[in-house]
């Protein structure tokens, strides 16, 4: 999530953009939908995904479905962190 964060130091941004973080982006989502991976990674990864989703631009929508299906029957650590970041993507 820090790495991936428009606060990151510079340097740690010029080499994440000569990384293929795709195989990155696919456990982030993995961690999301793994009903056994506790709240915090979740939330933590859905943070990440955020944070990448201007570089790939499939991951807008379907981290937005992602937040969606886990706000159903979520924690309130995820209702307040979800509808924080479905707000942000709408932006």
């Known amino acids: 999530m820090h790495i991936t964060s428009p606060k990151a130091p510079q340097s ?5 953009e000569t990384l293929n973080l795709e ?3 696919e456990k982030l989502f993995d961690w ?3 009903p056994n991976v506790k ?6 990864a859905a943070d990440a995904l955020f944070n990448m989703r ?10 937005a479905d992602q937040i969606h299906y886990l706000m159903c029957n979520g ?6 962190r979800g509808k924080k970041l ?3 993507l709408v932006k």
């Open 12 to 16: 740690i941004k010029d080499k994440i």
């Open 23 to 25: 195989p990155i982006i």
């Open 32 to 34: 999301m939908i793994d």
């Open 39 to 44: 709240i915090a990674v979740k939330v933590f």
């Open 54 to 63: 201007h570089r790939y631009n499939w991951i807008q929508e379907e981290l």
């Open 75 to 80: 924690t309130a650590a995820i209702q307040s």
């Open 86 to 88: 479905l707000n942000n």
